[in-house]
């Protein structure tokens, strides 16, 4: 079984930092893309950032140059460093990754965490 743990999620004032990590475990054989997704209050999910496994990075322009995702391949392990955080960004954070499991075939399948709320608020 493959599951991702997310954790650092918490409630911080406009202009504070957090840093999200997710943590793959199980039987993994190979992880590709990985990702950060949130889903605000009545808003559909959206993209946040997303590393390939060779550390090509892309960002939705609403975080850019706000946020900085980040991977420890030894660890399977993504992190995303949110700076300057805006009240928009309050949302529930969701990791997600492409995974390759043992004994799963030969194609990557996506797998989610189960979420982890961001708050910002004075």
């Known amino acids: 079984q493959v599951q991702l743990v997310e954790s650092g999620g918490g409630l911080v004032q406009p202009g504070g930092s957090l840093m999200l990590s997710c943590a793959a475990s199980?039987?993994?054989?190979?992880?590709?893309?990985m990702g950060w997704y949130r889903q605000g209050p009545e808003k559909q999910r959206e993209l946040v950032a997303q590393?390939?496994?060779?550390?090509?990075?892309d960002y939705a322009d609403s975080v850019n140059r706000r946020f900085t995702i980040s991977r420890d391949n030894a660890k399977n392990t993504v992190y995303l460093q949110m700076n300057s955080l805006k009240p928009e960004d309050t949302a529930v954070y969701y990791c997600?990754?492409?995974?390759?499991?043992?004994?799963?075939?030969?194609?990557?399948?996506?797998?989610w965490g189960q979420g982890t709320q961001v708050t910002v608020s004075s």
């Open positions: 199980g039987s993994i054989f190979s992880i590709d893309t």
């Open positions: 997600n990754a492409y995974i390759k499991a043992v004994g799963g075939g030969d194609f990557f399948q996506p797998y």
């Open positions: 590393i390939t496994s060779a550390g090509s990075t």
